[in-house]
């Protein structure tokens, strides 16, 4: 535990520190991307530069300004501060935290702002010791994780904070971020007198995949491992930024890469499992992680096959699972099996484009109350309870019986349209059968 005086020390640069450490951004101003929460006029930028800062969780990938953001905080905050790692603190170290904050409350007025990096290992109980010192404002807790904290944090804790997003960063923020602590001398590498090629910057600011920790680690290396040339110059070039990043870079420049993705993705949809392939192992062998194809792969086999067979679905997941589990190069061969499978089977997109008009019709309908007969009973009035004891249950009736199940505003809308593609052919010979309109 320490305070904001420690925190201050702590930012001080040192030759010993980290390039991504020293080129820290230390105010509001210097600070890279989030321009969706953190931009001029935004409600976070206005409670951090009025110090009147509430309890809330920063969530977000790795390298993306959590803990700078907090740290900022520290230095722009009128009150204690006070930071904790979940994985190395527990309830005492809470505790401790909460009683010296409460103290200095009563006694000089002064605020505590309680950081709590990687939050979401914090279980249950750990995380309720926190819950009365923040609904009392004894402190004022900041959150910060990679996890969606609506998952990994209680209710209770998400109820008492304000929570924001982090994305990942763009290419061309991590490109000049780079440029900027190559020449700073102050802070970066400016007395290496370094020469970096700009397909070089180019890699790395691709394959950071939007971490600007692992970018500037990186550039850090180059520089500290590339010999230097007979006139005293660091040249960096695009081999040494694939060495320093341990990623082989694409044969083609950043729109390129997406391209290649976007190549796959309309193979997949166009039944031509052979340029699928082609570009799979294209982007593998460029360095993209083969979870993102698997990744991919799922999605379509709901967008573009669906229910024309419902198999592929299975196939791509049983294939992303297979891939987590077993890894490279052993994981490809289920993943290049359901590559082909969602190619070469029969296509149809009419579970999106019925997903697509039902979420229209959610959205721009009002008054849709849902008809009695669908609602739980025990939460009825006498009435109400006769009206629900009107419902039909279709397995009485040999498993269909016609009834509304649709609001009133929204009564015969189709969404769903079955194809005669594959399945499909089986879902209209089968509502035919039931008789339904």
Do not use: W
């Not at 709901?302 to 891939?323: F, R």
């Amino acid at each position: 535990m320490y305070t904001l005086f420690d925190t201050l020390n702590e930012n001080k640069i040192t030759d010993s520190a980290p390039l991504a450490e020293r080129m820290r951004p230390e105010t509001l101003r210097e600070f890279l991307g989030q321009a969706d929460i953190a931009s001029d006029g935004s409600l976070l930028k206005r409670a951090i530069i009025s110090d009147k800062l509430g309890s809330c969780i920063f969530f977000g990938p790795p390298g993306t300004g959590k803990s700078t953001l907090a740290n900022i905080i520290a230095n722009s905050t009128s009150g204690n501060f006070v930071k904790l790692n979940a994985v190395t603190s527990g309830v005492a170290d809470v505790k401790k935290a909460i009683e010296k904050a409460e103290d200095d409350l009563k006694v000089y007025g002064k605020r505590t702002y309680l950081l709590l990096d990687e939050c979401h290992r914090f279980n249950k109980t750990q995380q309720d010791s926190l819950l009365p010192s923040i609904e009392k404002g004894s402190i004022i807790f900041i959150g910060s994780t990679t996890e969606n904290p609506y998952v990994a944090m209680t209710p209770a804790i998400i109820s008492r904070c304000r929570v924001f997003e982090f994305k990942s960063l763009s290419t061309d923020i991590i490109k000049n971020a780079l440029k900027k602590a190559v020449i700073d001398k102050k802070r970066g590498l400016g007395n290496f007198n370094l020469q970096v090629d700009e397909e070089a910057f180019d890699h790395i600011a691709v394959t950071s995949a939007g971490d600007l920790r692992t970018a500037y680690n990186a550039i850090e290396l180059a520089a500290l491992t590339t010999p230097v040339d007979e006139n005293g110059i660091i040249k960096i070039t695009l081999k040494d930024a694939e060495q320093s990043i341990q990623k082989k870079a694409l044969s083609v420049d950043e729109n390129g890469y997406y391209h290649l993705l976007s190549a796959f993705c309309k193979s997949l949809r166009g039944s031509d499992s052979d340029a699928a392939l082609y570009y799979s192992q294209r982007l593998i062998k460029a360095g993209l992680d083969p979870m993102i194809i698997a990744r991919r792969l799922v999605v379509h086999s709901a967008e573009d096959v669906g229910l024309s067979d419902p198999n592929a679905l299975v196939i791509a997941t049983s294939a992303m699972t297979a891939l987590q589990n077993i890894g490279q190069p052993e994981g490809l061969i289920p993943l290049s099996q359901a590559i082909i499978y969602v190619c070469e089977t029969h296509k149809s997109n009419s579970v999106i484009v019925a997903m697509q008009k039902a979420e229209k019709a959610a959205t721009e309908i009002r008054d849709d109350d849902i008809p009695p007969h669908l609602i739980n009973p025990s939460y009825l009035s006498k009435e109400g309870k006769k009206l629900s004891a009107e419902y039909k249950y279709p397995h009485d009736y040999g498993e269909y019986v016609e009834q509304e199940y649709l609001p009133k505003n929204v009564r015969g809308q189709k969404f769903y349209e079955p194809t005669s593609h594959g399945f499909e052919k089986k879902i209209k010979e089968i509502r035919e059968i039931k008789g339904k309109k």
